[in-house]
């Protein structure tokens, strides 16, 4: 079974514009999470979505936003962009595991962002 | 706010060495995972831990679950250059506003020389 893919993998950007990144989870997982990882703050959440509704959001400003489709691949989008946005842009794919009773996550490669 | 502190933060030792990385909180998780990073790529799951003083083996690994549910620890046994990696550890809270989210302890460079 494929794993989770993101694209792009690498991305430079310039201050003030704006990136979209895409991410397709594992066939059958219906949930996507997005991460930011840096050196200074690690990993940390951004937002969760399910059946293209986001039932979670973390502590980021609204700069940042995604939307899930139908068939479950997510989007994020990063308006108006700043030095400090430079990271790895992380997301995860999960579903319920029925022997555990709990959702795994399943994280992709990343896509690094540079803003210049 | 759910924080995860994990210790140490670096760590260097020769192959053949026995290590543990601590991982702890205040708060009760639901579940616990284990990943490993490598150097621009994303976390891979070594394990889920569920229940309360759960101890799960995965070859030269051994993850425990505190009985509480608020702690965790990884213990290599005769660690190899190819263990050399980011470790990290991950908590699912409980409740709806923690719904697809994981918290995540700073992680644990780990270093094994040959």
């Known amino acids: 079974k494929a794993g989770v893919t993101q694209t792009p993998r690498y991305l430079i950007k310039t201050r003030g514009q704006q990136v979209t990144l895409s991410c397709s989870p594992i066939s059958g997982h219906r949930s996507v999470s997005w991460y930011q990882q840096t050196p200074g703050q690690g990993l940390q959440f951004l937002f969760e979505?399910?059946?293209?509704?986001?039932?979670n959001k973390g502590n980021f400003p609204g700069r940042f936003s995604g939307r899930q489709f139908s068939n479950s691949r997510s989007e994020m989008n990063v308006s108006t962009l700043e030095l400090g946005d430079s990271a790895l842009y992380l997301c995860?794919?999960?579903?319920?595991?029925?022997?555990?009773?709990?959702?795994?996550?399943?994280f992709g490669p990343g896509t690094r962002l540079l803003v210049l | 706010t759910q924080l995860l502190e994990q210790s140490p933060q670096f760590l260097s030792i020769q192959e053949g060495e026995n290590l543990t990385v601590y991982c702890n909180s205040s708060?009760?998780?639901?579940?616990l995972q284990w990943y490993r990073q490598e150097p621009g790529e994303g976390p891979v799951l070594l394990v889920t831990v569920v229940t309360g003083g759960e101890v799960k083996k995965l070859k030269r690994l051994t993850f425990q679950f505190g009985d509480a549910r608020k702690d965790s620890s990884l213990h290599i046994t005769a660690a190899q250059p190819g263990d050399t990696g980011l470790y990290l550890c991950?908590?699912?809270?409980?409740?709806?506003?923690?719904?697809?989210?994981?918290?995540f302890g700073q992680g644990t460079t780990l270093q094994v020389k040959p």
């Open positions: 979505y399910f059946s293209e509704t986001q039932r």
């Open positions: 995860a794919s999960s579903r319920r595991d029925p022997r555990l009773g709990q959702e795994t996550q399943y």
């Open positions: 708060s009760v998780f639901s579940s």
């Open positions: 991950a908590g699912a809270g409980r409740g709806s506003s923690n719904t697809g989210k994981l918290i």
